[in-house]
Nanobody, 118 residues
């Protein structure tokens, strides 16, 4: 079964940047990472998990939730089976656990903590 491992989270001051990575492994034989649409979600303390960004498999079309447009950039490297989330101009409201999600198999990663604080 496909597995996702996120990394790159940490403590950063407001206005700072981070680059999150999500590496996929265990992909079913006959499929490759490039078959899957990928997404990032986040869950802040006491709140529900919310959609952040997504990228399609072939045409690399992207979507973002309104609150991150212009600050977050999702990308992927199919050769490395990796999806990235570049997050810039961080705000305290961006503090959350960030999760990678693969559509189709409907699998979540374990999450990586992003904390924005001075």
């Amino acid at each position: 079964q496909i597995q996702l491992v996120e990394s790159g989270g940490g403590l950063v001051q407001p206005g700072g940047s981070l680059r999150l990575s999500c590496v996929a492994s265990g992909i079913t034989a006959g499929y490759t990472f490039s078959h899957y649409d990928m997404s990032w979600y986040r869950q802040a303390p006491g709140k529900e998990r919310e959609f952040v960004a997504s990228i399609t498999n072939v045409y690399l079309s992207t979507e973002y939730t309104d609150s991150v447009k212009g600050r977050f950039t999702i990308s992927r490297d199919n050769w490395r089976s990796t999806v990235y989330l570049q997050i810039d101009a961080l705000k305290p409201d961006d503090t959350a656990v960030y999760y990678c999600y693969v559509q189709g198999p409907a699998v979540w990663g374990q999450g990586t903590q992003v904390t924005v604080s001075s």
